[in-house]
Nanobody, 120 residues
Framework: QVQLVESGGGLVQAGGSLRLSCTAS????????IGWFRQAPGKERAGVSC????????YYADSVKGRFTISRDNAKNTVYLQMNSLKPEDTAVYYC?????????????WGQGTQVTVSS
């Protein structure tokens, strides 16, 4: 089972930026579709962005289009989520997981996630 580790969260003011990282120590991520999901207090976990393994297609939730960018660095075995123009409503715990991008379906177990807090 693929175990992914998230990092890069923090506290930032509205309009600021953060870059989240998703990595694995025992698996190559090059061949896996990876999604970023988030869960805000009192809300269900939801898909934010996803990158396919076949052709590198990227997917974004409407709420983050134009602000977030997902990418891979295969040399570092890492998938990034660059988050710009952050809003208070982006506050959540962010998780990465292997996923079917077309349906925002995650697979495997969840890691600890990384907290993102955006102050107004």
């Amino acid at each position: 089972q693929v175990q992914l580790v998230e990092s890069g969260g923090g506290l930032v003011q509205a309009g600021g930026s953060l870059r989240l990282s998703c990595t694995a120590s025992e698996f190559r991520l090059d061949y896996l579709p990876i999604g970023w999901f988030r869960q805000a207090p009192g809300k269900e976990r939801a898909g934010v962005s996803c990158i396919s393994s076949s052709d590198g297609s990227t997917y974004y939730a409407d709420s983050v289009k134009g602000r977030f960018t997902i990418s891979r660095d295969n040399a570092k075995n890492t998938v990034y989520l660059q988050m710009n123009s952050l809003k208070p409503e982006d506050t959540a715990v962010y998780y990465c997981a292997t996923a079917r991008c077309s349906s925002w379906t995650p697979f495997g177990s969840w890691g600890q996630g990384t907290q993102v807090t955006v102050s107004s």
